[in-house]
């Protein structure tokens, strides 16, 4: 998603998480091997030591509980945590969220919530339908390489404001928190109501993290948008509903190298963001890194990707571009249900997960 040769060397940085979240759950064999195959790609180098506890502990009869990897936990202490999961209060993990999005004035245009719908959007977008690889399960971007990925610069900024609600509910899966921020944000900047529904897993180790190049890069073509959203699962309604998303934060050039918000509203959720690419005119403005993007003609302060004026450009994209400046309302439904396939994209869902509509603080 970024000009990779504007790309900013990214600070190494070991995420916290690493150290706080190291358990995971066994429970019978198929379960076993369904929490393994929701991560990623191989498994984890200690399978053999996993397999052997899971034998241990199914001698004590403890198939049906939630046990710890690490085998000097007792049995006791693993049920307290299976209460503990239980007990995640997510209406009042939502109120956190929401009541922390404007508390640094001086950060950007005043609110967090754009960082955090991008933690969201980045977390699940790594999705590959047919490795079952990558997306918001496992939260993944905690781990060294993914979180330094140029793709996903800034994006600390994100998952350390979100530290300070994963210290009151340390139960919350890091996966279930980040794409709740995300619904969280969209919702209190005026967007639709997304139901959202808890599950995701936190991987252990870096090794589930997915390669560098799954997330798009601006600077490519309308094509590169198709191959990395079709790889998804997605359709080309379903990238334009969710494009509706740039409506919301700025690009930075420490982050992207781009710069600047793509309509003057940056904190409200509307479908400005197509009004302004089918009726503005857009220009080619340098940028002082030796990179270029578009600019409205009459207000160089806003801007385009690249690649959003090859959308533009392009038939199929085009219709979806028009209708959805026309049409809010159909934005809204629309956005809603690709944004909800978005984040749960490869989450091993159980099936008799309670779905949330959360209420807007202010509601
Ligand atoms: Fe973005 N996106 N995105 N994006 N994005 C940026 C910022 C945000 C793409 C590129 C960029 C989506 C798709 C694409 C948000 C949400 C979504 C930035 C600027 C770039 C370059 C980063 C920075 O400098 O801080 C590309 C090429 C995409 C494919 C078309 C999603 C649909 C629009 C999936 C989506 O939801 C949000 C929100 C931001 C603003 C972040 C901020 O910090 O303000």
């Given at each position: 998603m970024v000009l990779s040769s504007l790309r900013p060397v990214a600070t190494r940085h070991l995420p916290r998480a690493m150290a706080l979240s190291t358990r995971t759950t066994v429970r019978t064999p198929a379960a076993f091997a369904q929490a393994r195959r929701g991560f990623a790609t191989e498994a984890p180098k200690k399978s053999g030591n996993n397999v052997l506890l899971f034998l241990g502990l199914a001698a004590l009869g403890g198939a049906g509980g939630y046990y710890y990897?690490?085998?000097?936990?007792?049995v006791k202490k693993a049920e307290i945590v299976q209460e503990k999961t239980k007990s995640v209060d997510y209406n009042q993990v939502y109120k956190e969220i929401a009541e922390l999005?404007?508390?640094?004035?001086?950060?950007d245009d005043g609110s967090y919530g754009p960082v955090l719908v991008r933690l969201a959007w980045h977390a699940s977008g790594t999705y590959d339908k047919d490795t079952?690889?990558?997306?918001?399960?496992?939260?993944?971007?905690?781990?060294?390489p993914e979180a330094t990925?140029?793709?996903?610069?800034?994006?600390k900024i994100a998952r350390d404001i979100l530290e300070k609600i994963h210290a009151k509910?340390?139960?919350?899966s890091y996966g279930d928190l980040w794409t709740l921020a995300g619904v969280c944000a969209i919702q209190e900047l005026g967007g639709p109501k997304i139901p959202w529904r808890p599950g995701r897993q936190d991987a252990?180790?870096?090794?589930?993290c997915t390669p560098d190049g799954r997330l798009p890069d601006?600077?490519?073509?309308?094509d590169h948008v198709r191959d990395v959203f079709y790889r998804m699962g997605f359709d080309d309604q379903e990238i334009v509903a969710l494009a509706g998303?740039?409506?919301l934060g700025r690009c930075h050039p420490d982050r992207s190298g781009f710069d600047g918000p793509?309509?003057?509203?940056?904190?409200m959720f509307s479908n400005e963001y197509f009004k302004a690419l089918s009726e503005r005119t857009w220009i080619k403005k340098k940028l002082p890194n030796g990179g270029w993007q578009y600019v409205d003609?009459?207000?160089?302060?806003v801007m385009m990707l690249p690649i959003e004026l090859d959308m533009w450009n392009d038939k199929s994209f085009r219709k979806y571009i028009q209708l959805y400046a026309k049409d809010q309302d159909k934005f809204y439904e629309d956005f809603t249900k690709a944004f909800k396939k978005l984040i749960e994209l490869g989450v091993p869902f159980k099936g008799d997960e309670k779905e949330y509509v959360f209420e807007t603080i202010n509601q």
């Open positions: 990897h690490n085998s000097n936990q007792s999005l404007e508390e640094n004035p001086d950060y079952k690889t990558g997306g918001s399960n496992g939260a993944t971007m905690r781990f060294d990925h140029g793709a996903n610069n800034g994006l509910h340390p139960d919350i252990m180790t870096a090794e589930h601006a600077t490519k073509k309308e998303a740039h409506a793509w309509q003057e509203a940056p904190t003609k009459n207000n160089d302060m």
